[in-house]
């Protein structure tokens, strides 16, 4: 039980730098990681990602408060943005956190590893659509939202990887469209964990210590150590060279989406 926390403190507070170095969701790193694990905790096979991502968006909760004070006290938080893309935010992630726990573990694995070659493409390509318009209307910009809040609640993300694209297309500056997606991630995680603990409640093959499909062990642990290295991640986003480390992050992140379909092969 022990090693299983130390497993969990260590994946929370590389995925607290990440959110906050990066502005991508902590998830890429914390979903991979507890696939890994929770079968070692008795979490059923069937259940597995499910249970990752659920409990990866649980923790994300904490992680977006402490990014999104950091980003806040230098002034790169949009919150009319953050006004305008909460509602479809809530509805999208809410709603496709019930309907992930209603589909089979190796589509949601499937999807998952797509995503993460995706992410990588775009970091090695270092593409960006072209900054050419401002941010749609509030109804516009709620409707990307939802289908942000879809995608990540799938694959246990912040949103940062999506959010991030997207603010930069409608001329928002890079650390201010990262310091936006850091608060963002907040309703993201919120409404999503809240989908995955409905979808989840009274299964009775689920763990000890579960809430529906989130767990509170790895929860307790992931939360603890990404609190405290979310600002330190914010701060070095301000001056490391992002693009090289980013570069460095999708090749690992290759080696993770091959060693997870590897598994299900």
């Not at 923790?59 to 949009?78: D, E, K, L, M």
């Not at 479809?88 to 694995?109: D, E, N, Q, R, V």
């Not at 970091?123 to 939202?145: F, K």
Request: hydrophobic letters at 55%; aromatic letters at 10%; glycine letters at 14%.
């Amino acid at each position: 039980m022990l090693l299983s926390l130390l497993a969990y403190l260590c994946c929370g507070a590389v995925a607290g730098v990440l959110a906050g170095l990066l502005g991508v969701g902590g998830g890429i790193v914390i979903v991979p990681m507890l696939v890994t694990i929770f079968p070692w905790q008795g979490v059923p096979p069937e259940y597995v990602q499910q249970m990752a991502l659920g409990t990866s968006l649980a923790s994300i909760v904490i992680t977006s408060i402490s990014s999104a004070r950091a980003h806040n006290a230098r002034g790169a938080v949009h919150w009319d943005i953050f006004r305008n893309i909460t509602p479809g935010l809530l509805i999208g992630t809410f709603a496709g956190g019930l309907l992930a726990t209603h589909l089979s573990t190796m589509f949601l694995k499937i999807f998952f590893i797509c995503f993460l070659l995706a992410v990588a493409a775009q970091m090695l390509s270092n593409y960006r659509p072209p900054a050419s318009r401002d941010m749609p209307g509030a109804l516009g910009t709620a409707g990307v939202g939802g289908v942000i809040g879809l995608v990540s609640s799938f694959v246990g993300i912040g949103g940062g990887s999506l959010s991030v694209p997207f603010m930069s297309f409608c001329n928002v500056p890079l650390h201010h469209a990262v310091g936006t997606s850091a608060a963002l991630g907040f309703p993201i995680a919120v409404a999503g964990a809240l989908g995955y603990v409905i979808g989840g409640w009274g299964r009775p093959d689920l763990p000890a210590l579960s809430l529906g499909f989130v767990n509170l062990w790895a929860l307790l642990g992931l939360a603890a150590a990404s609190f405290l290295t979310a600002p330190l991640g914010a701060r070095l986003s301000h001056s490391l060279p992002t693009a090289k480390l980013k570069r460095g992050f999708a090749c690992f992140l290759i080696l993770v989406a091959l060693k997870m379909l590897w598994g299900i092969l």
